[in-house]
């Protein structure tokens, strides 16, 4: 058993991706605690950053997925620090964070094998 409780993990590296373009604008950059754009005012990452985002790991899509999954655990953090009553679901922060990015491949049914298809597992015919 154990005796004792573990203690909060630190503060990540602070956003500062997407990085502005041009220089002189309002970055869309995440808004902290609140995680809304500077710039927008939407619920960050904004139509506008998930562009800048794409674009700046064009050649790093891993790096992009690695880059949201830690803000999406910063940002989960936050939110249910400001209000733990009415914090956003985990499916609707994954979708707001992560389900955007970089296109997944869908694995391969090997030939007369079985499909599976979240919680069913289906017989091709």
């Known amino acids: ?15 500062d991706r997407p990085r502005p373009y041009p220089l002189h604008a ?11 754009c500077r710039a927008c005012g939407q619920p960050w990452p904004c139509p ?13 899509r891993i790096g992009l997925s690695i880059y949201l999954c ?12 400001l209000n733990p ?7 609707d922060m994954f979708a707001r964070f992560v389900g955007w990015g970089p296109y997944r491949r869908h694995r391969p049914v090997p030939p007369g094998g079985d499909c599976y298809k979240g919680p069913f597992l289906y017989r091709r015919r």
């Open 48 to 60: 506008m950053a998930r562009l800048l985002l794409r674009s700046e790991y064009e050649d790093n």
């Open 85 to 91: 009553n009415d914090a956003p679901a985990p499916a």
């Open 1 to 15: 058993m154990i005796s004792h409780q573990l203690g909060q993990p630190p503060d990540g590296p602070t956003p």
């Open 26 to 36: 309002t970055p869309h950059t995440p808004l902290r605690p609140m995680w809304c």
């Open 70 to 81: 830690g803000l999406l655990y910063e940002a989960t953090r936050d939110l249910y620090r």
